[in-house]
């Protein structure tokens, strides 16, 4: 494996102004934070405003269910394939060590990465497509998983996160990547929020959200960073590729190399900067991995065929079936005593009750948070004689 490291000129300037205090000032300033009520979750010497976020997000019921949502690959009985919540973890390490070169604020870094994955669905993008496909059928509004994490701490449990935190979070999209990354600076929650309405209208709309600090630039490239390399291991150990396969570019091949590479090369090129930036080589590197793991893992039929032949019509069976126990107000139905009841456990303040949400909302949210097992233990529980059912690849098969 082919590692770089940083410049002796650019480590020793960093060494130089750690040690004379006079570090960039680039990162965000916690002053400016803002909330929607700006009453409480004040920031005090312990609890700063970002730890106050970091804190609400992993103490979110939504947050354990990260353990046992699928990452890449679905129904395998394997405790060595990535799950979400390794891979928003893995999120958080790099763009930290990214942050921290950069003189960055990395409590916020820490927010934007734990929580940008919260709101996705079970069974990955795929049943990310699925859902949206619902929803869009029944309500004319469009599902992305970036926009449901912020309706999770935002509305579900309204947590009074700042606004710095949720933007970041809707607009990490990590299959959006970019050369340089320029925040855009964004003033108030009443323009957040004609954004993310907008993008339940127009599903397009969700590539057009751009961080609007240097923390959720950093966090949008790690999240391309942290999957790229880690994927190819999974399917390594799916047997679905040959990471030897994959070609050798400016950033390596293998996991280890394209993390330390690319890191390298983004405070390289991002240092003292009011941007993030790569330089072409490793722009062109990224993208050709990335278009290499779409082929050779993410397209294939092992993938994609189980998820698209019985994934996605018992979704629409589950659909279907909340949906008509919710409109006709069926208390012994799951979406009652399993999502509705649970929700309202958590007592934040609201400003109209939750069961009051429109009810095909409430049906994406329950979806939305279930985890894999859950939904096929769901749907066995709603269609014990259904015609649907799914085997998982066991550790001996």
Known sequence: MAYKYLSKELSDQIESDRASGKLPK???????????????????????????????????????????????????????????GLHVQLVSRIARTIGKALSLNLDLIEAIALGHDIGHTPFGHAGEEFLDELYYSHAGRHFSHNIHSVRVLDGIFPYNISLQTLNGIASHDGEMELSEYHPKPLGSFEEFDKLIEECYIQKDNVK???????????????????????????AEKTKIADADKFDNGAIG???????????VNIVENSYGKPYIKMDDDHFQALKQAKADNYSMIYKTKEVKTVLSEVIRPMMYEIYEKLLDDLINGDKSSPIFRHHIDYVNKAHYIRTTPYEQSEPNRIVVDYIASMTDDYFIDLYRYLFPNGRYSVEYKGYFD
Do not use: W
């Open 253 to 263: 091949k293998h996991n280890a190399e394209m993390i330390r590479n690319l890191t």
């Open 208 to 234: 057009k959200l751009i961080p609007c600090t240097l923390e959720g630039c950093v966090v949008r490239i790690s999240d391309i960073i942290a999957y790229l390399g880690k994927d190819r291991q999974d």
């Open 26 to 84: 680039t990162a965000f300033d916690e002053n400016h934070v803002l909330r929607r009520d700006l009453n409480r979750d004040n920031a005090t010497v312990l609890r700063t405003a970002f730890i106050r976020d970091i804190d609400k997000i992993m103490h979110c019921p939504y947050y354990n269910r990260y353990a046992d949502k699928t990452q890449v690959f679905s129904l395998y009985k394997n405790d060595d394939i990535t799950r979400r």
